[in-house]
């Protein structure tokens, strides 16, 4: 009796070492684990930990807030606050793109932030520098530090991040 028990439980246990096959650190396609796919999305969201849920439109999202930029530059002047934007490392540069367009790069403790507060933090650059009002269709782009990546764009009706 003992020995047809230890005779079966070695056939069931060569059986499951025969058809899983040796361990290999790779993925696998659908049946067979995680797509390629999802190797990307999780590099992606190592350099961007805190991407918004797209689910909701952003520009209207934050509309019943009662906000304005006043509310902070009334307080300490523009660039002092943007001097302290760059200090906590929340923006890191400003440069010129394509066809000049101007570029916000921004620093790992942007995605710290709520999406209300980058909202806060892109509208007050804005309004310091009036890159909006220099015509109906001027914009300006986000761009992540270490990916060198778009991750938004500024227009005249908000932030909207990609």
């Not at 049946?31 to 909701?56: C, I, T, V």
């Not at 906000?67 to 540069?93: H, K, N, P």
């Amino acid at each position: 009796m003992i020995n047809r028990i230890f005779v079966l439980f070695l056939a069931v246990l060569t059986i499951n070492l025969v058809i899983s096959g040796p361990v290999k650190a790779e993925t696998k396609g659908f049946f067979g684990g995680w797509s390629a796919k999802h190797d990307q999305y999780r590099m992606a969201k190592k350099y961007n930990p805190y991407l918004e849920n797209a689910r909701h439109l952003q520009i209207p999202q934050w509309g019943h807030e009662d906000w304005y930029v006043e509310d902070w530059t009334s307080q300490t002047d523009g660039m002092t606050l943007i001097e302290g934007f760059y200090a906590a490392d929340i923006l890191r540069d400003q440069k010129a793109g394509h066809a000049d367009l101007p570029i916000l790069v921004v620093g790992p403790n942007f995605y710290r932030l709520s999406g209300f507060d980058k909202r806060r933090v892109a509208t007050t650059v804005d309004t310091v520098y009036g890159m909006t009002e220099r015509s109906e269709n001027s914009s300006f782009m986000l761009e992540d530090w270490h990916t060198c990546l778009p991750i938004g764009t500024f227009d005249k009706h908000g932030l909207r991040l990609h």
